[in-house]
């Protein structure tokens, strides 16, 4: 079919084939393959092109290029699938806790994590303080920044953070409850701002690929030790059309793993944003499926989800989930400390956990 | 309409209500308000949203996240005109050149330029560096790598620059002719190859904004001194919806200034995909219009431009644009050099300039 030799062609060269044979190898080697065309349904078909991985290298700034790049202007065009063979999935470090590190960190051998978002942008930090201390005396397990919770300076982001890793480690007893920083910063700060979290006692951060580059990501996540989580922001522009863009499993599920990401946060059905339980699924198996040495990553279904959702939650994701209350958590009638008591008691008994002390 | 308070929630605290109004001041401060709600079609409502400018910091990550963000998750809503203060906007270097700035690095004074495209990869560096050589002695104006012509390693990459600006340099004769490379490459790699590019005699880069963050963008053209042109790679997924994404005079227009581009490659009608004049045109507008202090920039038409398509771009974009071949002026039948000497012609006698010498 002539669209599918012409996105073979516009992903590598995008040269006329008068030049494409002036040079015998370019065929050959750089050139992507066509491999199959089939009309799935009615006016639309899989094309499955093979292109070399070399061309990839080692980073997600050429691999996005490479995988759809100046396809994303052809109307129609949805990258759907994607298999890295292990000779590219080799270049790439992954994870660096994945399930079993962030386990390890927490001490929570067999159930799901329970994890709330530090917000609204406004609130005095003594108010976000306040929500640390509940969380992590009530036996929450992970606190993160709001990616809408953004210190204008450098000065008022450390002087917050000290605040907030203060009070969790304060309040967290013998666990560890594990702190993440939004960073969603000027990009020639980011490495200030991490490196800035880290020595204030936070644990990594909360990373927004579709804003600040999915390769800044892993540039990030590669340099600084800690906990990552992505963060969905502008990704609904990937992810949101029925035929452009990038399926939710690849973006939060393969490019996140690839990217270094400890777990990914994705709108979840039955919260604020109108998506399917299916598509939840499908990236949470793409968090865990077998990805060469790359180590599985959390799932974190988010956007609004409340206690009451855990069960279908339960359903879907299973024990290797981050259950994030955000703003459901923040304003539950019984107060912060109880409503989180009582999901981590629903889960423990739903998993038959002890905490181990 | 709900939907509009729930976007204008969405971008900034992400709160229940019960939350907001805990803290007066956020209601006024930092919640957007709902300016306007009007159906411009059935079923289609504009929505106009003001934020307040402190929110947006003085970087695009802030920005992006700010104006779309989460948003970009709700299924029907597209960023279509944006207004941004001249307090915020002062915030931005934008483009160093812009059009005047080139034109005086040119001293092509008043007609459009003539660029041209490295390209493909896989051919070696002897055939890219006698395109260089032939197009500069023909009296072209502007050579920049393909977006897809990326070289694995930093040897070889200055091994290549080297040799394709000596060849410039030897054949411009007493003119400028400007050498733009391709910057997709690792994250942690692209300030060392721009300076690189630099130290070899480029005059600057090609930075596709989508693929390797937008912000990341301005971070290096405000670093290094340089000419830079925007590439729309991945962009794609922004402009391509009818009902999600960003119209595109804003993503290649006003956030490329925003970014410090000097002009934006798009794609363009009647080449090989398939977008309207009137889009071309309204991103020209937008590269163009007064931004408070930052400088109008060029319209770099393409995406499978050919000679014969010089009059209808003229018409569409007049004179502060590069006309910009690739596949047709390397495969041109009369030659490289006689090819482009007939368009710096043509350019030369429409707009009756003499070349300053």
């Known amino acids: 079919m002539a669209l599918a030799r012409a996105m073979a ?69 949805r990258l759907v699938d994607l298999h890295l063979p292990d000779q590219l999935l080799s270049r790439f470090k992954g994870p660096r806790h994945g399930i079993a590190g962030v386990r390890e960190l927490t001490a929570i051998a067999d159930r799901p994590l329970v994890a709330t978002v530090l917000k609204p942008r406004g609130a005095p930090v003594q108010d976000l303080v306040r929500v ?106 990937l992810t949101g059309g029925a035929s452009s863009g990038i399926d939710a499993h690849i973006v939060h599920g393969t490019l996140a793993r690839l990217a270094g990401l400890d777990g990914s946060v994705f709108v979840n059905s039955g919260g604020r944003f109108p998506v399917t339980r299916t598509e939840g699924r499908s990236i949470a198996a793409a968090l865990r499926q077998p990805l060469a040495n790359l180590k599985p990553a959390w799932a974190v279904p988010a956007g609004g989800m409340r206690p009451e959702r855990l069960p279908e939650m339960i359903e879907d994701f299973g024990r290797d989930t981050m259950m994030l209350m955000g703003g459901a958590l923040l304003t539950a009638k019984e107060g912060i400390e109880a409503c989180t008591r009582e999901i981590v008691q629903q889960l423990e008994e739903r998993f038959e956990t002890a905490r181990e002390m």
Chains 1, 2 share one sequence.
């Open 132 to 237: 640390c201390r509940e969380f992590a005396t009530a036996g929450g397990d992970l606190i993160k920044d709001d990616h809408n919770l953004i210190d204008d300076d450098l000065e008022s982001f450390r002087d917050r953070v000290v605040r907030c890793a203060q009070a969790i480690r304060e309040s967290q007893g013998d666990r560890h409850v594990i702190y993440l920083v939004n960073l969603i910063a000027p990009s020639q700060q980011l490495d200030a701002r991490l490196e800035i979290a880290l020595e204030a006692g936070a644990d990594g951060a909360l990373l927004a690929p579709w804003v600040i580059g999915l390769d800044r990501v892993r540039e990030l996540t590669g340099r600084w030790p800690g906990v990552y989580l992505g963060h969905p922001s502008m990704s609904g522009v």
């Open 9 to 77: 062609v516009e992903l590598t060269v995008e040269v006329p084939d008068a030049l494409i044979t002036r040079y015998p190898g370019i065929e050959s080697d750089v050139v992507a393959d066509v491999l199959d065309v089939v009309e799935v349904e009615s006016g639309i078909h899989q094309v499955t092109l093979a292109l070399a991985a070399d061309l990839a290298g080692e980073d997600l700034n050429r691999l996005l290029n490479l995988l759809l790049g100046n396809c994303s202007m052809m109307p129609g065009v």
